[in-house]
Antibody
């Protein structure tokens, strides 16, 4: 059974750097085709895709946020870490991590499962 | 970036109604389109992958169709547990953008 869980601070101050950890089980990020993604959702708003890291350490970022985001993995610990610099109140959101399933036959990808989410509030 | 436009942003329907939600991508994304359901306070849940494939455990009243730029999620007979917000997402290329969501409310 694949599970993911986000952890990190519930409250950060403006201009600080946010560090979130996604701890997962049931798969290994050293396995070909595996990938973990981060997605966020401000209160009452839509989902926003943030970043992705693949088994081979390829990394992809949101165009609008790429200068502030860094994604990394620790395969031995089954963890993926997302850092976001220069936090602002508009970054208040629930942050989710999810596994990106890759179908080698069709090259299709989909997010499943998702973690429960971690609410981060940015306020002084 | 690939743009994904979802409509309507909200709709009101009754139990038993047939509901259709659309998603338009630009440029073409073949069938690299997924649908998710999100209930209040919960994480999104995968419903349909690769445009038309029903995720295991999802009721057969849900179906997806489309290819290229135009996609549809259909609920054939709306049930009380289907009142939620639905999102499409393209996975043709990164960044893997989401649609703006469709909130399905009780009429």
């Amino acid at each position: 059974q694949v599970t993911l869980r986000e952890s990190g601070p519930a409250l950060v101050k403006p201009t600080q750097t946010l560090t979130l950890t996604c701890s997962f089980s049931g798969f290994s990020l050293s396995t070909s085709g595996m990938s973990v993604n981060w997605i966020r959702q401000p209160p009452g708003k839509a989902l926003e895709w943030l970043a992705r890291i693949d088994w081979d350490n390829d990394k992809y970022y949101s165009t609008s946020l790429r200068t502030r985001l860094t994604i990394s993995k620790d395969t031995s610990k089954n963890q993926v870490v997302l850092t976001m610099t220069n936090m602002d109140p508009v970054d208040t959101a629930t942050y989710y991590c999810a596994r990106l399933h890759y179908d080698i036959n069709s090259a299709n990808r989909w997010l499943d499962p998702w973690g429960q989410g971690s609410l981060v509030t940015v306020s002084s | 970036d690939i743009q994904v436009t979802q409509s309507p942003s909200s709709l009101s329907a009754s139990v038993g109604d047939r509901v259709t939600i659309t998603c338009r991508a630009s440029p073409s994304i073949k069938n690299y389109l997924n649908w998710y359901q999100q209930k209040p306070g919960e994480a999104p849940k995968l419903l349909i992958y690769a445009a038309s494939n029903l995720q295991s455990g999802v009721p057969s009243r849900f179906s997806g169709s489309g290819f290229g730029t135009d996609f549809t999620l259909t609920i054939s007979s709306l049930q009380s547990e289907d009142f939620a917000t639905y999102y499409c997402q393209q996975t043709s290329s990164a960044p893997m953008t989401f649609g703006g969501g469709t909130k399905v409310e009780i009429k």
